[in-house]
Protein backbone atom coordinates (compact mmCIF):
# COMPACT_ATOMS: atom_id res chain seq x y z
CA UNK A 1 0.00 0.00 0.00
CA UNK A 2 1.03 3.29 -0.41
CA UNK A 3 2.09 6.16 2.17
CA UNK A 4 2.34 9.31 1.32
CA UNK A 5 3.22 8.39 -2.40
CA UNK A 6 5.80 5.42 -1.30
CA UNK A 7 5.43 1.70 -1.07
CA UNK A 8 5.58 0.09 1.95
CA UNK A 9 4.00 -2.93 3.55
CA UNK A 10 3.93 -3.78 7.44
CA UNK A 11 6.69 -6.47 7.31
CA UNK A 12 9.53 -7.40 5.20
CA UNK A 13 12.90 -8.75 4.67
CA UNK A 14 16.19 -6.88 4.29
CA UNK A 15 18.28 -8.95 1.97
CA UNK A 16 21.30 -6.87 2.73
CA UNK A 17 20.83 -7.03 6.33
CA UNK A 18 19.47 -10.30 6.53
CA UNK A 19 17.03 -9.16 8.86
CA UNK A 20 13.04 -8.50 9.48
CA UNK A 21 11.71 -5.42 9.32
CA UNK A 22 8.37 -4.10 10.91
CA UNK A 23 6.45 -0.96 11.28
CA UNK A 24 6.08 -0.18 14.71
CA UNK A 25 2.27 0.17 15.22
CA UNK A 26 1.98 1.67 18.30
CA UNK A 27 3.42 4.78 17.15
CA UNK A 28 0.69 5.56 14.87
CA UNK A 29 -0.99 8.05 13.72
CA UNK A 30 1.97 10.35 15.08
CA UNK A 31 4.89 8.56 13.93
CA UNK A 32 6.16 6.25 11.29
CA UNK A 33 8.55 4.41 12.96
CA UNK A 34 10.66 1.32 11.61
CA UNK A 35 11.83 -1.47 14.21
CA UNK A 36 14.52 -3.92 13.24
CA UNK A 37 13.51 -7.90 14.53
CA UNK A 38 17.46 -9.45 14.85
CA UNK A 39 16.85 -12.47 17.14
CA UNK A 40 13.65 -14.71 17.86
CA UNK A 41 13.22 -12.73 21.52
CA UNK A 42 12.42 -9.49 19.43
CA UNK A 43 9.94 -10.80 17.66
CA UNK A 44 8.20 -12.56 20.47
CA UNK A 45 8.63 -9.29 21.84
CA UNK A 46 6.53 -7.30 19.01
CA UNK A 47 4.06 -9.61 19.01
CA UNK A 48 3.49 -9.36 22.72
CA UNK A 49 3.57 -6.00 22.76
CA UNK A 50 1.52 -4.92 19.95
CA UNK A 51 4.09 -3.44 17.69
CA UNK A 52 2.37 -5.77 15.36
CA UNK A 53 -1.03 -6.62 15.60
CA UNK A 54 -3.91 -8.56 13.61
CA UNK A 55 -4.17 -12.01 12.75
CA UNK A 56 -2.46 -12.46 9.22
CA UNK A 57 0.47 -10.26 10.05
CA UNK A 58 0.87 -12.23 13.47
CA UNK A 59 1.01 -15.18 11.21
CA UNK A 60 3.32 -13.85 9.04
CA UNK A 61 5.95 -12.59 12.09
CA UNK A 62 5.75 -15.89 14.07
CA UNK A 63 6.61 -17.87 10.59
CA UNK A 64 9.92 -15.35 10.22
CA UNK A 65 9.81 -15.59 14.08
CA UNK A 66 11.15 -19.70 13.42
CA UNK A 67 13.59 -18.78 10.68
CA UNK A 68 15.09 -15.92 13.39
CA UNK A 69 15.71 -18.85 15.42
CA UNK A 70 17.18 -20.89 12.87
CA UNK A 71 19.79 -18.09 12.28
CA UNK A 72 20.54 -17.48 15.84
CA UNK A 73 21.12 -21.03 16.94
CA UNK A 74 24.06 -21.30 19.30
CA UNK A 75 27.30 -22.71 17.81
CA UNK A 76 25.00 -23.20 14.35
CA UNK A 77 23.41 -26.23 15.77
CA UNK A 78 19.61 -26.26 14.90
CA UNK A 79 18.78 -29.25 16.74
CA UNK A 80 15.15 -30.12 16.46
CA UNK A 81 14.78 -30.20 20.25
CA UNK A 82 15.71 -26.36 19.75
CA UNK A 83 13.82 -25.36 16.99
CA UNK A 84 10.47 -27.15 18.72
CA UNK A 85 11.35 -25.22 21.52
CA UNK A 86 11.78 -21.93 20.35
CA UNK A 87 8.23 -22.31 18.03
CA UNK A 88 6.87 -23.43 21.51
CA UNK A 89 7.83 -19.63 23.00
CA UNK A 90 6.75 -18.18 19.46
CA UNK A 91 2.97 -19.49 19.94
CA UNK A 92 2.56 -18.48 23.22
CA UNK A 93 3.42 -14.94 22.48
CA UNK A 94 -0.34 -14.56 21.95
CA UNK A 95 -3.05 -17.36 22.58
CA UNK A 96 -5.96 -15.69 20.96
CA UNK A 97 -5.00 -15.60 17.24
CA UNK A 98 -4.84 -19.09 15.02
CA UNK A 99 -2.66 -17.55 12.43
CA UNK A 100 0.32 -17.36 14.73
CA UNK A 101 0.33 -20.94 15.80
CA UNK A 102 -0.23 -21.66 11.75
CA UNK A 103 2.59 -19.60 10.12
CA UNK A 104 5.02 -21.42 12.98
CA UNK A 105 3.87 -24.77 12.30
CA UNK A 106 3.73 -24.22 8.90
CA UNK A 107 7.81 -23.27 8.82
CA UNK A 108 8.75 -25.62 11.76
CA UNK A 109 7.14 -28.58 9.86
CA UNK A 110 9.24 -27.59 6.39
CA UNK A 111 12.76 -27.12 7.83
CA UNK A 112 12.37 -29.98 10.38
CA UNK A 113 12.63 -32.35 7.22
CA UNK A 114 16.03 -30.90 6.23
CA UNK A 115 19.71 -31.60 8.11
CA UNK A 116 21.51 -29.26 6.17
CA UNK A 117 21.89 -25.99 8.68
CA UNK A 118 22.51 -23.88 6.20
CA UNK A 119 19.67 -25.22 3.56
CA UNK A 120 17.32 -24.87 6.84
CA UNK A 121 17.78 -21.27 7.34
CA UNK A 122 17.50 -20.57 3.37
CA UNK A 123 14.18 -22.73 3.54
CA UNK A 124 12.68 -20.89 6.43
CA UNK A 125 13.10 -17.47 4.79
CA UNK A 126 11.48 -18.87 1.75
CA UNK A 127 8.82 -20.10 3.39
CA UNK A 128 8.02 -17.27 5.52
CA UNK A 129 8.27 -15.08 2.10
CA UNK A 130 6.00 -17.79 -0.03
CA UNK A 131 3.49 -17.04 3.64
CA UNK A 132 3.57 -13.58 2.95
CA UNK A 133 2.80 -13.47 -0.92
CA UNK A 134 -0.04 -15.87 0.00
CA UNK A 135 -1.68 -13.60 2.32
CA UNK A 136 -0.98 -10.83 0.48
CA UNK A 137 -3.26 -12.73 -2.17
CA UNK A 138 -5.63 -14.08 -0.31
CA UNK A 139 -6.18 -10.63 0.95
CA UNK A 140 -6.27 -9.15 -2.59
CA UNK A 141 -9.46 -11.52 -3.60
CA UNK A 142 -10.92 -11.16 -0.56
CA UNK A 143 -11.68 -7.87 -1.86
CA UNK A 144 -12.61 -8.79 -4.56
CA UNK A 145 -15.44 -10.86 -3.61
CA UNK A 146 -16.40 -8.31 -1.05
CA UNK A 147 -16.37 -5.40 -3.75
CA UNK A 148 -19.63 -7.40 -5.23
CA UNK A 149 -21.74 -7.10 -2.06
CA UNK A 150 -20.85 -2.99 -2.07
CA UNK A 151 -21.71 -3.03 -5.82
CA UNK A 152 -25.42 -4.66 -4.95
CA UNK A 153 -25.79 -2.24 -2.05
CA UNK A 154 -24.84 1.23 -4.20
CA UNK A 155 -27.14 -0.21 -7.10
CA UNK A 156 -29.66 -0.62 -4.56
CA UNK A 157 -28.87 3.00 -3.68
CA UNK A 158 -28.78 4.27 -6.98
CA UNK A 159 -24.97 5.36 -6.80
CA UNK A 160 -25.68 7.33 -2.88
CA UNK A 161 -23.07 6.49 -0.56
CA UNK A 162 -22.15 2.87 0.97
CA UNK A 163 -21.97 3.28 4.77
CA UNK A 164 -19.56 1.14 6.15
CA UNK A 165 -19.44 0.18 9.58
CA UNK A 166 -16.41 -1.69 10.49
CA UNK A 167 -14.31 -2.29 14.37
CA UNK A 168 -11.01 -2.78 15.23
CA UNK A 169 -8.57 -2.25 12.40
CA UNK A 170 -8.80 -4.99 10.03
CA UNK A 171 -6.91 -3.12 7.34
CA UNK A 172 -3.34 -3.49 5.57
CA UNK A 173 -2.03 -3.16 9.29
CA UNK A 174 -3.24 -5.44 10.49
CA UNK A 175 -2.12 -7.90 7.30
CA UNK A 176 0.66 -7.09 5.09
CA UNK A 177 -1.12 -5.84 2.42
CA UNK A 178 -4.85 -4.70 1.51
CA UNK A 179 -6.89 -5.77 4.66
CA UNK A 180 -9.24 -8.21 5.14
CA UNK A 181 -12.79 -6.07 6.36
CA UNK A 182 -10.86 -3.01 4.32
CA UNK A 183 -10.14 -4.78 1.10
CA UNK A 184 -13.53 -4.40 -0.02
CA UNK A 185 -13.74 -1.14 0.72
CA UNK A 186 -10.21 -0.43 -1.17
CA UNK A 187 -11.43 -2.29 -3.96
CA UNK A 188 -14.83 -0.11 -4.15
CA UNK A 189 -13.37 2.70 -3.72
CA UNK A 190 -10.68 2.38 -6.73
CA UNK A 191 -13.43 1.37 -8.79
CA UNK A 192 -15.16 5.05 -7.53
CA UNK A 193 -18.10 3.70 -5.79
CA UNK A 194 -18.90 6.21 -3.47
CA UNK A 195 -18.30 4.78 -0.41
CA UNK A 196 -18.18 6.16 3.34
CA UNK A 197 -16.35 3.99 6.64
CA UNK A 198 -17.84 4.43 10.33
CA UNK A 199 -14.46 4.02 12.37
CA UNK A 200 -15.36 2.93 15.40
CA UNK A 201 -12.74 4.05 18.14
CA UNK A 202 -11.83 0.48 19.49
CA UNK A 203 -10.85 1.12 22.98
CA UNK A 204 -8.79 0.66 24.84
CA UNK A 205 -5.99 0.81 22.65
CA UNK A 206 -7.81 2.63 19.89
CA UNK A 207 -6.93 0.81 16.88
CA UNK A 208 -9.79 2.33 14.71
CA UNK A 209 -9.01 5.77 15.84
CA UNK A 210 -5.30 5.60 15.63
CA UNK A 211 -5.11 2.76 12.88
CA UNK A 212 -7.82 2.55 10.69
CA UNK A 213 -8.56 5.94 10.35
CA UNK A 214 -5.05 7.14 9.19
CA UNK A 215 -4.73 4.22 6.69
CA UNK A 216 -7.84 5.48 5.29
CA UNK A 217 -7.01 8.75 4.94
CA UNK A 218 -3.81 8.06 3.81
CA UNK A 219 -5.82 5.56 0.91
CA UNK A 220 -8.28 8.79 0.29
CA UNK A 221 -11.31 7.21 1.64
CA UNK A 222 -14.13 8.97 2.87
CA UNK A 223 -14.50 8.20 6.85
CA UNK A 224 -15.74 9.29 10.32
CA UNK A 225 -14.24 8.19 13.40
CA UNK A 226 -17.44 7.36 16.40
CA UNK A 227 -17.62 6.35 20.12
CA UNK A 228 -17.35 2.57 20.23
CA UNK A 229 -21.63 2.94 21.32
CA UNK A 230 -22.63 4.88 18.46
CA UNK A 231 -22.99 1.52 16.51
CA UNK A 232 -26.09 0.87 17.35
CA UNK A 233 -27.88 4.28 17.52
CA UNK A 234 -26.20 4.74 13.38
CA UNK A 235 -27.82 1.44 12.96
CA UNK A 236 -31.42 2.50 14.38
CA UNK A 237 -31.01 5.39 12.05
CA UNK A 238 -30.61 3.78 8.93
CA UNK A 239 -27.14 5.21 8.69
CA UNK A 240 -25.05 1.72 8.34
CA UNK A 241 -25.75 -0.14 5.16
CA UNK A 242 -23.78 -3.05 6.05
CA UNK A 243 -21.01 -3.85 8.73
CA UNK A 244 -17.75 -5.87 7.80
CA UNK A 245 -15.34 -6.68 10.16
CA UNK A 246 -12.24 -9.05 10.85
CA UNK A 247 -11.16 -11.81 12.87
CA UNK A 248 -8.71 -13.56 14.95
CA UNK A 249 -10.20 -16.93 15.09
CA UNK A 250 -13.24 -18.10 13.57
CA UNK A 251 -14.23 -21.88 13.82
CA UNK A 252 -14.92 -24.55 11.60
CA UNK A 253 -19.47 -24.05 12.75
CA UNK A 254 -18.62 -20.10 12.35
CA UNK A 255 -18.78 -18.98 15.69
CA UNK A 256 -16.05 -15.77 15.70
CA UNK A 257 -13.47 -14.33 17.81
CA UNK A 258 -12.02 -10.47 17.44
CA UNK A 259 -11.37 -7.13 19.49
CA UNK A 260 -13.65 -7.15 22.01
CA UNK A 261 -17.00 -5.24 21.17
CA UNK A 262 -17.33 -7.33 17.90
CA UNK A 263 -20.39 -9.34 19.51
CA UNK A 264 -22.04 -5.87 20.50
CA UNK A 265 -21.96 -4.94 17.42
CA UNK A 266 -23.11 -8.12 15.55
CA UNK A 267 -26.16 -8.07 18.00
CA UNK A 268 -26.97 -4.38 16.92
CA UNK A 269 -26.73 -5.51 13.15
CA UNK A 270 -29.09 -8.21 13.40
CA UNK A 271 -31.63 -6.15 15.24
CA UNK A 272 -31.68 -4.06 12.46
CA UNK A 273 -31.64 -6.14 9.80
CA UNK A 274 -28.15 -5.12 8.50
CA UNK A 275 -25.83 -7.32 7.16
CA UNK A 276 -22.71 -8.42 9.48
CA UNK A 277 -19.52 -9.90 7.23
CA UNK A 278 -16.28 -11.41 8.89
CA UNK A 279 -13.89 -10.88 5.78
CA UNK A 280 -10.65 -13.39 6.52
CA UNK A 281 -8.11 -15.77 4.91
CA UNK A 282 -8.05 -19.64 5.52
CA UNK A 283 -5.72 -18.99 7.53
CA UNK A 284 -7.55 -17.69 10.41
CA UNK A 285 -10.04 -20.75 10.47
CA UNK A 286 -9.44 -22.98 13.25
CA UNK A 287 -10.74 -26.54 11.65
CA UNK A 288 -9.99 -28.29 15.17
CA UNK A 289 -12.65 -25.82 17.39
CA UNK A 290 -16.82 -25.78 17.12
CA UNK A 291 -17.67 -24.19 19.99
CA UNK A 292 -16.40 -20.83 20.03
CA UNK A 293 -17.50 -19.20 23.21
CA UNK A 294 -16.47 -22.28 24.85
CA UNK A 295 -13.35 -23.21 22.97
CA UNK A 296 -11.54 -19.73 22.48
CA UNK A 297 -9.12 -19.05 24.61
CA UNK A 298 -9.52 -15.15 25.49
CA UNK A 299 -6.56 -13.22 25.60
CA UNK A 300 -6.67 -10.95 29.16
CA UNK A 301 -3.98 -7.73 28.38
CA UNK A 302 -2.35 -5.49 31.13
CA UNK A 303 -4.76 -3.41 32.88
CA UNK A 304 -2.86 -0.42 32.30
CA UNK A 305 -4.46 -0.67 28.75
CA UNK A 306 -7.57 0.30 30.13
CA UNK A 307 -6.81 3.01 32.66
CA UNK A 308 -4.63 4.64 30.44
CA UNK A 309 -4.92 6.49 27.22
CA UNK A 310 -1.62 7.27 24.56
CA UNK A 311 -1.58 10.23 22.82
CA UNK A 312 0.23 13.11 21.93
CA UNK A 313 0.79 15.81 23.60
CA UNK A 314 3.05 18.84 23.41
CA UNK A 315 6.07 17.41 24.69
CA UNK A 316 5.58 14.20 21.91
CA UNK A 317 3.69 11.26 22.64
CA UNK A 318 2.54 10.28 26.19
CA UNK A 319 0.76 8.42 28.35
CA UNK A 320 -1.97 9.67 30.56
CA UNK A 321 -3.80 8.01 33.71
CA UNK A 322 -7.60 8.42 33.00
CA UNK A 323 -9.57 6.66 36.14
CA UNK A 324 -8.93 6.33 39.77
CA UNK A 325 -5.25 5.00 40.62
CA UNK A 326 -6.49 2.19 43.02
CA UNK A 327 -9.40 1.37 40.41
CA UNK A 328 -8.92 -2.09 39.52
CA UNK A 329 -9.89 -2.88 36.07
CA UNK A 330 -10.25 -6.43 33.69
CA UNK A 331 -9.01 -5.89 29.86
CA UNK A 332 -10.14 -9.25 27.73
CA UNK A 333 -9.02 -8.58 24.59
CA UNK A 334 -11.52 -10.39 22.48
CA UNK A 335 -15.30 -11.72 22.55
CA UNK A 336 -16.82 -14.05 20.22
CA UNK A 337 -19.99 -13.76 18.33
CA UNK A 338 -22.41 -16.97 17.60
CA UNK A 339 -22.49 -18.06 14.16
CA UNK A 340 -25.80 -17.39 13.97
CA UNK A 341 -25.55 -13.58 14.00
CA UNK A 342 -23.11 -13.53 11.19
CA UNK A 343 -24.33 -12.74 7.65
CA UNK A 344 -21.74 -14.48 5.58
CA UNK A 345 -17.97 -14.88 5.26
CA UNK A 346 -15.83 -13.09 2.65
CA UNK A 347 -12.73 -15.35 1.89
CA UNK A 348 -10.29 -15.85 -0.47
CA UNK A 349 -12.27 -18.39 -2.08
CA UNK A 350 -15.90 -16.74 -1.98
CA UNK A 351 -18.61 -15.63 0.21
CA UNK A 352 -20.55 -18.51 2.66
CA UNK A 353 -22.99 -18.82 4.70
CA UNK A 354 -21.51 -19.03 8.74
CA UNK A 355 -22.51 -22.86 8.64
CA UNK A 356 -19.92 -25.68 8.68
CA UNK A 357 -21.90 -27.19 5.96
CA UNK A 358 -21.32 -24.08 3.52
CA UNK A 359 -17.72 -23.60 4.97
CA UNK A 360 -16.61 -26.83 3.80
CA UNK A 361 -18.39 -26.37 0.30
CA UNK A 362 -15.40 -23.66 0.05
CA UNK A 363 -12.56 -25.43 1.42
CA UNK A 364 -13.49 -29.14 1.38
CA UNK A 365 -9.76 -29.94 1.18
CA UNK A 366 -9.15 -28.81 5.26
CA UNK A 367 -9.07 -31.54 7.77
CA UNK A 368 -11.95 -32.01 10.29
Known amino acids: MKVDGKNIRTIWFDESDKIVKIIDQRKLPHELAIVDLKTVDDAIHAIKEMYVRGAPLIGVTGAYAVYLAALNAP ?6 DYLKHEARRIKSARPTAVNLAWGVDRVLSEILTISDPAKKIDSAINISAAITELEVENCRKIGEHGLSLIEQISHQKEGKTVNVLTHCNAGWLACIEYGTATAPIYAA ?29 KHGVDHTIITDNAGGHLMQHAMVDMVIVGTDRTTAAGDVANKIGTYLKALAAWDNNIPFYVALPSSTFDWNLKDGVKDIPIEQRDPAEIKFVHGLSQDGQASVLICPQTSQAANFAFDVTPAKFVTGFITERGICKATEDDIRRLFPDKDR
Open 189 to 217: FDKGIDIHVWVDETRPLNQGTRLTAWELG
Open 75 to 80: NGQIST
